[in-house]
């Protein structure tokens, strides 16, 4: 969750680290720190293992609620020192689908005056969903173009904190603000080169170039107005 700005590893990229465990549950363990993602924001959660002298137990699943982040295992630690690695495939493949579906959403956005008021991404393939849309090919045909000039312009993506009330003021309507609590001030906004600017608390790419092509594959009406695109990278 922490912002970008040329940390060595980047908080995104950070694949293994130790941490201690604080508390145990019958099928979990809370970390003082992790780097697993909780599954949120239509990002799949992260797997991997957890290591301590003489064992390993798998991570099967990471959820957060109420705001504590539970790990659950198939066997509980021997040890409270632990040291975690994340299954850095699945993951990357999360970070390049999430980014991409920001960079999508923003120039549908910019073209098309389209909200998206849904998404899931995979490790495989990312849906989302647009709202007012009832995309002709030609307009399919632009939205992959736009996409695909981003990723050959190879544009940064930042992270970094931001008042809320410039926010919403930055983005008008294309997200949703009021679903985030009020309490929270400060918001974690990323910044996909000149294509996206959205509150967000994923994990995303470095660089647009590392996403590779995007490619659609299906378009689908999901009634009111509602247009579902689902599409694949393909490197
Ligand atoms: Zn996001």
Not at 22 to 44: H, I, K, N, S
């Amino acid at each position: 969750m922490e912002e970008r700005k040329g940390q060595d590893p980047d908080p995104c990229y950070l694949r293994e680290f130790d941490a201690r465990v604080t508390e145990r549950g019958p099928d979990y363990v809370v970390l003082d720190r992790t780097a697993f993602y909780a599954e949120g924001g239509g990002q799949p959660t992260d797997i991997g293992v957890l290591r301590w002298p003489g064992g390993e137990a798998r991570v099967l699943r990471v959820a957060k609620e109420k705001g504590v982040i539970k790990h659950v295992l198939d066997a509980m630690p021997a040890s409270d020192e632990v040291h975690g690695v994340i299954d850095w495939d699945r993951r990357y493949a999360h970070m390049r689908y999430h980014t991409s579906q920001h960079l999508m959403s923003g120039l549908v956005w910019k073209i098309f005056g389209a909200r998206t008021v849904g998404n899931q991404l995979y490790a495989d393939r990312a849906r989302v969903d647009f709202q007012p849309a009832a995309f002709t090919p030609e307009d399919l045909a632009r939205i992959e173009g736009e996409c695909n000039r981003t990723v050959e312009a190879a544009q940064d993506v930042r992270i970094f904190e931001e008042d809320r009330v410039a926010v919403d003021h930055k983005i008008g309507d294309r997200s949703l603000l009021d679903l985030i609590p009020q309490s929270i001030r400060r918001l974690r906004v990323i910044q996909v080169g000149t294509a996206d600017y959205c509150p967000c608390g994923g994990t995303h790419v470095r660089n647009t170039a590392e996403l590779g092509r995007v490619k659609i594959v299906e378009r689908r009406s999901k009634g009111k107005e509602t247009d579902r695109i689902t599409y694949e990278l393909v490197r």
